[in-house]
């Protein structure tokens, strides 16, 4: 029984799309991320015998107008676009070009995944895939005027009646998976990435590429949107297999670990980086204040790391519960002293007007980088995103009140500048003051700091 408006089995060549991330500047940029979630879905279709097409508009740098005009001149059976939940909007303008050459459109990734039914009402896209999306291709392509057969799914019937297929069981373990298809990718454009995590002590002319070992997180923060549920990580084994392969057939430096959480397992980092220094590569990652010590990080450090990640978010213990972070203050204030000691480059990500967010709790976080003498960055803006518990008690309570305008909002501005929901008491005007604010004192803070120092050691040194 049919339940689309496809006719036959017919599709032999497909499009895989991603756009571009919008900013407000248009800066232009030297490098970028692998798409490893649409290199893994083209392995997965390649080796099915399917025809597949990649655009990363992120790579090429691709604004939507560019993108409408190769997509009016590409001929395919079918189009998957990949997507965060903060392009929504590119997504409903990209599936109603598409429409018109009347063949399937798919959605996967976060958009997907935590608003199907909001992207499936609104815009011209027919399937979208929730959750992973090697097995689940596949399955769809092979029985696309079958979908009531198909898991992990949520679909438009032909009379555009939204249904639901019972949900995929993930890919366990994850050593299933085949080498992500990079083939099909100008691969020069992601191999001299200015590290996010490590940066200052990353070597000039060196060529770094971002890798994923995981899947998920095992904690459970409450304005996190996690793609995936619990964690699973590659094999230490498989791991290094492959950056083995890419050191040898790309020429890398180093590697960027672009994992939600690299720094997990001891042991799985300790084989890891034994391995990376005999490649002689060097690399970063992120990792969770209550996850390191004094011991590992020196062992990182002595096997090729150049940089950590740590999510602190804030210096108050009361925003840090109310979080659900599962960190301490003083677990903050060891993990980044321990580091600075042993001269690794941090990169600290913060969070500013968090529910409960006042005048106390700001000083708590200026303090505590006044603390440790670190110099801090700027603080992102709370931004609830779908998929975390944050955006559920937002939507909740009506904060949000019109979802699809909310992501259309949050394009160009997500965590930079603007207050899309406001937490606190104070207006978003004062709130972005006392944000700028912060930030100023925690910089003068560190400059005023050393700058004693570096005076006091200079007068020492004259007598």
């Known amino acids: 029984m049919e339940d689309t408006g496809y006719l036959g089995n017919n599709i032999k060549k497909i499009l895989l799309l991603q756009p571009m991330h919008e900013k407000k500047d248009k800066t232009h940029r030297t490098s970028f991320n692998f798409p490893y979630g649409m290199a893994y879905i083209a392995r997965a ?14 790579a090429l740098q691709w604004e939507k107008e560019e993108v409408i005009n190769c997509l009016q001149q ?8 990949s997507a965060f939940s903060t392009q929504y909007n590119a997504v409903k303008i990209f599936a109603e070009c ?25 815009t011209f896209v027919d399937i979208c895939v929730i959750g992973e999306g090697e097995e689940t291709i596949v399955d769809l392509i092979n029985n696309i005027n079958k979908l009531q057969k198909v898991n992990g799914i ?34 020069e454009k992601y191999l001299n990435v200015k590290m996010s995590i490590g940066g200052k002590n990353q070597p000039i002319n060196t060529r770094v590429m971002t890798y994923i070992t ?38 890398l430096d180093g590697i960027a670990f672009n994992d939600e959480l690299f720094i997990s397992n001891k042991n799985k980092i300790h084989e890891v980086a034994t391995k990376l220094k005999e490649m002689d590569l060097f690399w970063s990652g992120q990792a969770r204040v209550n996850l390191v010590n004094y011991e590992l990080l020196k062992f990182m450090k002595e096997n ?28 903050i204030e060891k993990a980044v002293m321990d580091a600075m000691n042993l001269g690794l480059d941090i990169k600290v990500q913060l969070i500013f007007g968090y529910p409960g967010e006042d005048e106390e709790t700001i000083n708590d976080t200026i303090s505590l980088f006044k603390r440790v003498n670190n110099p801090g960055r700027g603080f992102n ?27 259309t909002q949050i394009e160009k501005s997500f965590g930079r500048g603007k207050v899309h929901v406001n937490f606190t008491n104070w207006s978003d005007k004062e709130l972005l003051k006392r944000k700028k604010k912060a930030e100023k004192k925690i910089h003068r803070n560190y400059i005023l700091k050393n700058t004693k120092e570096r005076v006091k050691a200079f007068v020492f040194s004259k007598i």
């Open 98 to 122: 598409i429409h018109k050459k009347e063949i399937p459109i798919v959605v996967g990734g976060p958009l997907a995944t935590f608003s199907s039914k909001l992207t499936l009402e609104n």
């Open 214 to 251: 995981s899947r998920g997180c095992p904690y459970h923060c409450r304005f996190c949107s996690k793609n995936f549920k619990g964690y699973r990580s590659f094999s230490a084994e498989k791991i290094i297999d492959e950056i083995s392969y890419l050191k040898n057939r790309y020429k």
């Open 381 to 407: 803006l709370i931004t609830p995103l779908p998929g975390s518990y944050l955006y559920d008690y937002t939507t909740e309570k009506g904060l949000i009140k019109d979802e699809a305008e909310y992501l």
């Open 74 to 81: 590409g001929q395919w059976d079918l189009a998957g676009i």
């Open 154 to 187: 949520g679909y438009k019937d032909k009379n555009k009646k939204i249904i639901y297929t019972t949900p995929r069981d993930y890919i366990k373990p994850l050593d299933k998976l085949f080498m992500p298809a990079y083939e099909l990718f100008d691969m």
């Open 304 to 331: 090729g790391c150049i940089g950590i990640g740590y999510g602190i978010e804030s210096g108050s213990q009361k925003i840090l519960d109310n979080m659900k972070k599962g960190i301490t203050v003083p677990q």
């Open 45 to 58: 279709l390649i080796d099915s015998n399917y025809d597949v097409e990649v655009i990363d508009a992120q």
